[in-house]
């Protein structure tokens, strides 16, 4: 397939937003794709500290009451995509792809959430750590600890057959990130396993937007668009 043919994919970073507009922004991206008014879209960020719960709903894995939410400054919110309690915090690369499904007549969906952890699994190859999967469970592991989350929604279509994609996934870039927001909670559930960061794999250390731009070209391997104008650093990351 030539790049003529390919659907156009706008990628942007946005250093730190507050979760709650960002929560907005993939609403009206998803709106907008739906109506045709709009690109599909991969945007990456970083969250101020934040517990999201999803549709499996076990606030009993959120240890902190509402006076330690308070007094450690995280933020909490309950939301709409799939999957348990999970944190977001500085140092963690978040990646909301917003993307139609079924385009084709097909519609894959746990074939979706095998590409995004192939993704990671392919980043992390880059830096000669060995990521993989846990049958039983979504995301992507090192060992035993876990270094990225996904959790996504599946918005149906009101135009058409298919989905919209919303949410994404959370990969731990910076070391202490487990300290940091990890402890107040069970992880997605997960009780017997950590998690653990890229500089902790790697013993060297990332700014997020390096990250950033090194994911894309890995993103654009397993769902093959046309990435955005460049600007800056990469030749496919623009900042809004």
Same mark, same amino acid.
Request: hydrophobic share 40%.
């Given at each position: 397939?030539?790049?003529?043919?390919?659907?156009?994919?706008?990628?942007?970073?946005?250093?730190?937003?507050?979760?709650?507009?960002?929560?907005?922004?993939?609403?009206?991206?998803?709106?907008?794709?739906?109506?045709?008014?709009?690109?599909?879209?991969? @945007?990456?960020?970083?969250?101020?500290? $934040? +517990?999201?719960?999803?549709? #499996?709903?076990?606030?009993?894995? &959120? /240890?902190?009451?509402?006076?330690?939410?308070?007094?450690?400054?995280?933020?909490?919110?309950? @939301?709409?995509?799939?999957?348990?309690? $999970? +944190?977001?915090?500085?140092? #963690?690369?978040?990646?909301?792809? &917003? /993307?139609?499904?079924?385009?084709?007549?097909?519609?894959?969906?746990?074939?979706?959430?095998?590409?995004?952890?192939?993704?990671?699994?392919?980043?992390?190859?880059?830096?000669?750590?060995?990521?993989?999967?846990?049958?039983?469970?979504?995301?992507?592991?090192?060992?035993?600890?876990?270094?990225?989350?996904?959790?996504?929604?599946?918005?149906?279509?009101?135009?058409?057959?298919?989905?919209?994609?919303?949410?994404?996934?959370?990969?731990?870039?910076?070391?202490?990130?487990?300290?940091?927001?990890?402890?107040?909670?069970?992880?997605?559930?997960?009780?017997?396993?950590?998690?653990?960061?890229?500089?902790?794999?790697?013993?060297?250390?990332?700014?997020?937007?390096?990250?950033?731009?090194?994911?894309?070209?890995?993103?654009?391997?397993?769902?093959?668009?046309?990435?955005?104008?460049?600007?800056?650093?990469?030749?496919?990351?623009?900042?809004?």
């Amino acid at each position: 397939m030539s790049s003529t043919e390919l659907s156009l994919l706008e990628v942007s970073y946005l250093p730190l937003i507050e979760y709650g507009a960002a929560w907005e922004l993939q609403k009206a991206a998803v709106k907008a794709i739906d109506a045709g008014t709009g690109p599909e879209r991969l @945007i990456l960020l970083q969250h101020p500290p $934040t +517990y999201t719960i999803g549709s #499996q709903h076990h606030p009993e894995h &959120l /240890l902190l009451s509402s006076e330690q939410l308070k007094e450690k400054g995280i933020a909490l919110f309950e @939301i709409d995509r799939g999957g348990d309690i $999970t +944190y977001h915090g500085p140092g #963690q690369l978040v990646g909301y792809p &917003l /993307l139609k499904l079924g385009v084709d007549g097909k519609v894959d969906l746990h074939g979706y959430l095998r590409r995004l952890e192939a993704v990671i699994i392919d980043f992390l190859a880059g830096y000669g750590i060995e990521g993989s999967r846990k049958p039983e469970y979504t995301g992507v592991w090192v060992g035993d600890q876990k270094i990225c989350a996904i959790g996504v929604k599946f918005n149906k279509s009101k135009s058409r057959r298919g989905f919209i994609t919303s949410h994404g996934f959370a990969f731990n870039v910076s070391a202490g990130i487990g300290e940091q927001g990890f402890q107040g909670i069970i992880p997605c559930g997960i009780a017997e396993y950590g998690v653990i960061s890229l500089e902790e794999c790697t013993g060297r250390s990332f700014e997020l937007r390096e990250v950033a731009g090194e994911l894309v070209p890995y993103f654009l391997k397993h769902f093959p668009y046309e990435a955005a104008a460049a600007e800056e650093q990469t030749d496919v990351l623009q900042t809004d």
